[in-house]
């Protein structure tokens, strides 16, 4: 089964609203979870770290006002795409690591995001 | 700025042979790389590890090599089958103790039958 779950799996919006999508670890705690985002055929692009009870730290490009992260607690870490665009439209996967020495990594199943 | 490329970018090839994708990185400091799977509109799956110490990690079909100083892995599927089918990503972790991965572009695989 899965160790990190993510939700929701699809959620399609209208332009100028905003979608929470959260990231939860099962069965273990995650001080750090991480936000990618993919373009269909692309590779994945870093977006932000989420640390538990601090703020996240987003990659160089990635607009925080725009992709609010929130680590409250250690089993769940939440995105929320503020004002979203069709440009924001994309599928969006985060991941957990497990272990002192962070090489294990789950990631969850990804969220598809449609702007309309 | 770590750099990660795959190639090919795409392969298609008959069930029962034997492939090899690669995958190249710019920065030789790192501290490991992954190969992951990623089946159409899904999360990933990690499928192997190697430290930066080592030279190869295996796991059933499976086969992966690093030749860190080069800045090279290559992941080799033996006898593949139509269930292989799925982008493979290698990823590479930098030193430290962040576990921020940069991703590689990514091989598409079609296993037919």
């Known amino acids: 089964g899965a160790v990190v779950s993510q939700h929701p799996s699809r959620v399609i919006c209208k332009s100028g609203t905003s979608v929470k999508i959260e990231c939860r670890s099962l069965?273990?705690?995650?001080?750090?979870m991480f936000w990618y985002r993919q373009f269909p055929k692309q590779s994945l692009m870093l977006m932000a770290t989420?640390?538990?009870?601090?703020?996240?730290?987003?990659e160089q490009g990635v607009e925080k006002d725009k992709f609010l992260i929130n680590h409250a607690s250690l089993t769940l870490s939440t995105l929320t795409v503020t004002s979203a665009h069709p440009e924001d439209s994309s599928f969006y996967i985060c991941?957990?690591?497990?272990?002192?020495?962070?090489?294990?990594?789950?990631f969850g199943e990804g969220s598809w995001l449609t702007v309309v | 700025k770590q750099e990660v490329t795959q190639i090919p970018a795409a392969l298609s090839v008959p069930e029962g042979e034997n492939l090899v994708l690669n995958c190249s990185f710019t920065?030789?400091?790192?501290?490991?790389l992954q190969w992951f799977r990623q089946d159409p509109g899904k999360g990933l799956t990690s499928l192997l590890l190697?430290?930066?110490?080592?030279r190869e990690q295996t796991s059933g079909r499976l086969n992966a090599s690093l030749d860190k100083s080069s800045g090279r892995s290559t992941l080799y599927i033996a006898a593949s089958q139509p269930g292989d089918s799925a982008t493979y990503l290698c990823?590479?972790?930098?030193?430290?103790?962040?576990?921020?991965?940069?991703f590689g572009t990514g091989t598409r695989l079609q296993v037919t039958l």
């Open positions: 991941s957990a690591t497990a272990g002192l020495d962070g090489n294990t990594i789950y």
């Open positions: 069965d273990f705690q995650a001080t750090t």
């Open positions: 989420s640390n538990e009870g601090s703020k996240a730290t987003y």
């Open positions: 920065d030789s400091a790192i501290y490991n």
């Open positions: 190697i430290q930066s110490s080592q």
């Open positions: 990823a590479v972790r930098p030193p430290g103790t962040a576990s921020k991965l940069t």
